[in-house]
């Protein structure tokens, strides 16, 4: 049996299931090393971009930030007011967000940026981080060089649930030419004697490293590039095709 579905809402519950090995509290001490590093904007205003089941929330509320979440998935952001009941959720895609000089910290993280579709969403949701952060605000997000997505990359994670396994894939794929980054989606159950099967595919915006920077610069960010590696700040060499955005507003 096939479902077509969007993902993220359909099987928000098990999101966190899926993510079991990603490290958000290495990824959030990460952020609070960046940000004591880099702002001076005074305060620990704080908003996750993307931020799912608020996983991200609940660590950084924890490390004295004043957290907000944006998703456009309702069940999403259900999922995180159970996990971080104090925080402000706002409902809305990535390029729609309208606030002033609110944030002393944004953070993007999971490569979810690239979701901000297409190019024109993508650099508004550039331009309106910008707008809402404070003078010494820093914005941390990560990101793939198009450049170094031309093949198929597939993540596989297998969940054991009671007598049912569910087994969750992602990959992307980039054709080498245009803003298109095609994220594929699939997880399968299967136990007891059956099988289901859900399937989603998210259009996703590509860019280089050399035309995001131009782009954070135009704006007037200070733009620092690190080595995607959260146990350490380490200036990007150049060579891979990922990276950490530390993007820093000044103060005027």
């Given at each position: 049996m096939q479902n077509q579905a969007n993902l993220y809402a359909e099987l928000a519950d098990y999101?966190?299931?899926?993510?079991?090995?990603?490290?958000?509290?290495?990824?959030?001490?990460?952020?609070?090393?960046?940000?004591?590093a880099f702002a001076c904007s005074g305060g620990r205003n704080y908003l996750d971009l993307a931020c799912g089941t608020g996983q991200h929330l609940?660590?950084?509320?924890?490390?004295?930030?004043?957290?907000e979440g944006l998703d456009n998935s309702a069940a999403m952001l259900a999922q995180a007011r159970s996990r971080c009941p104090e925080a402000r959720l706002l409902l809305c895609d990535l390029a729609?967000?309208?606030e002033t000089q609110c944030y002393d910290l944004i953070t993007c993280f999971l490569y979810s940026i690239h979701y901000s579709h297409p190019l024109a969403h993508f650099a508004?949701?550039?331009?309106?981080?910008?707008?809402?952060?404070?003078p010494g605000g820093v914005f941390i997000f990560n990101v793939v060089d198009a450049n170094g997505a031309r093949q198929q990359h597939s993540v596989v994670t297998r969940v054991q649930?009671?007598?049912?396994?569910?087994?969750?894939?992602?990959?992307?794929h980039?054709?080498?030419?245009?803003?298109?980054?095609?994220?594929?989606?699939?997880?399968?159950r299967t136990g007891t004697g059956q099988s289901q099967t859900w399937h989603d595919h998210h259009v996703m915006t590509a860019t280089t490293l050399s035309d995001l920077n131009t782009q954070l610069?135009?704006?007037?960010?200070?733009?620092?590039?690190?080595?995607?590696?959260?146990d350490r700040l380490t200036p990007w060499a150049g060579h891979s095709f990922n990276a950490i955005v530390v993007a820093c507003k000044p103060v005027v």
């Amino acid at each position: 049996m096939q479902n077509q579905a969007n993902l993220y809402a359909e099987l928000a519950d098990y999101y966190d299931q899926f993510c079991a090995e990603v490290d958000y509290a290495g990824q959030c001490a990460f952020a609070v090393r960046v940000f004591e590093a880099f702002a001076c904007s005074g305060g620990r205003n704080y908003l996750d971009l993307a931020c799912g089941t608020g996983q991200h929330l609940q660590v950084m509320a924890q490390s004295g930030f004043v957290a907000e979440g944006l998703d456009n998935s309702a069940a999403m952001l259900a999922q995180a007011r159970s996990r971080c009941p104090e925080a402000r959720l706002l409902l809305c895609d990535l390029a729609a967000f309208d606030e002033t000089q609110c944030y002393d910290l944004i953070t993007c993280f999971l490569y979810s940026i690239h979701y901000s579709h297409p190019l024109a969403h993508f650099a508004d949701t550039l331009k309106r981080a910008w707008q809402a952060l404070k003078p010494g605000g820093v914005f941390i997000f990560n990101v793939v060089d198009a450049n170094g997505a031309r093949q198929q990359h597939s993540v596989v994670t297998r969940v054991q649930q009671g007598d049912a396994q569910l087994t969750f894939r992602s990959g992307w794929h980039y054709q080498g030419h245009g803003d298109v980054l095609d994220l594929r989606l699939s997880i399968t159950r299967t136990g007891t004697g059956q099988s289901q099967t859900w399937h989603d595919h998210h259009v996703m915006t590509a860019t280089t490293l050399s035309d995001l920077n131009t782009q954070l610069q135009l704006l007037g960010f200070d733009v620092t590039l690190l080595e995607h590696d959260y146990d350490r700040l380490t200036p990007w060499a150049g060579h891979s095709f990922n990276a950490i955005v530390v993007a820093c507003k000044p103060v005027v």
